[in-house]
């Protein structure tokens, strides 16, 4: 099953220190921004729709919605994000790319152009790349969940294997949003690998506060509470693991004895 990172969400301009090059200066996302023509207001209708489509699992009819509104108003930014944000799920890099980076010339400012095609050039090999983008979505003032920016920055760093800026990363992610669950979850796993038992099983309990526990984050219990010699945790997660999800991958390592 893919990771969908933080992206889905479906101008004036300002300053914006410590912006990257090349990224525009921050702009309201354009998705945000007043119609100023039908054509405009028609096209922002469209892609909305397509993005409800997008989250409901129906593709085709999203991208059938992205090409209504880009045959509307060619110059509408959102209509390129969403393409883009489709292809990128269906695994065809190619048209991802060529679809964010026309949203980006039209829109280089917006944050949530950044934030998403960040994410794809971190996830396709392009980490300092994203994180550029990712960085400019962060510090961008008028976007209202840079919770995003930040939790995929932190993965990005992840991949490329610094989880000490990671850890940072997902510090403002958390910070930035007390329900983000995701982010708590990896501030725990990034505490289990340098052996800090105690932060990582209180960032569990907190990942546990705010979701319904995940097979990986019952799996990381389990992990914690052997370490710490905790049987009571780790029988308790054990049977989560085994009543909620007993297919997953999880399960089958723990029935296997495989727990790290």
């Known amino acids: 099953m893919r990771y969908l990172p933080l992206l889905l969400t479906c101008g ?6 410590g912006v990257p090059l090349g990224q525009g200066a921050a702009q309201r996302p354009v998705s945000e921004q007043p119609s100023t023509t039908d054509a405009r207001a028609a096209a922002k209708i469209h892609v909305e729709l397509g993005a409800a489509y997008f989250q409901s699992g129906r593709y085709g009819v999203a991208l059938d919605e992205a090409r209504t509104a880009q ?59 994203g994180i550029e983008r990712l960085t400019a979505a962060t510090r961008n003032p008028y976007y209202k969940t840079p919770t995003r920016p930040y939790t995929n920055l932190g993965l990005c760093y992840l991949r490329l294997g610094d989880d000490t800026a990671a850890e940072g990363q997902f510090i403002r992610a958390a910070q930035s949003d007390p329900t983000n669950a995701r982010a708590r979850y990896h501030l725990a796993s990034i505490a289990y690998r340098r052996g800090a038992y105690e932060a ?12 319904d526990p995940a097979p990986d984050s019952l799996m990381l219990g389990i992990r914690i509470a052997r370490q710490t010699g905790n049987v009571g945790n780790e029988q308790a997660y054990a049977s989560q693991l085994k009543s909620r999800y007993p297919t997953s991958r999880e399960y089958e390592q723990y029935s296997k004895g495989q727990f790290e």
């Open 71 to 129: 045959a509307i108003d060619p110059g509408y930014a959102p209509a390129y994000h969403l393409f883009g944000q489709v292809y990128m799920y269906l695994d065809d890099a190619d048209s991802a790319r060529r679809n964010f980076e026309q949203a980006s010339r039209l829109a280089p400012g917006d944050p949530e152009i950044n934030n998403t095609y960040g994410w794809f050039l971190c996830a396709t090999g392009q980490e300092q790349a």
């Open 200 to 211: 990582a099983q209180n960032y569990i309990n907190e990942v546990h506060d705010i979701a």
């Open 12 to 17: 004036l301009l300002a300053a914006c220190a």
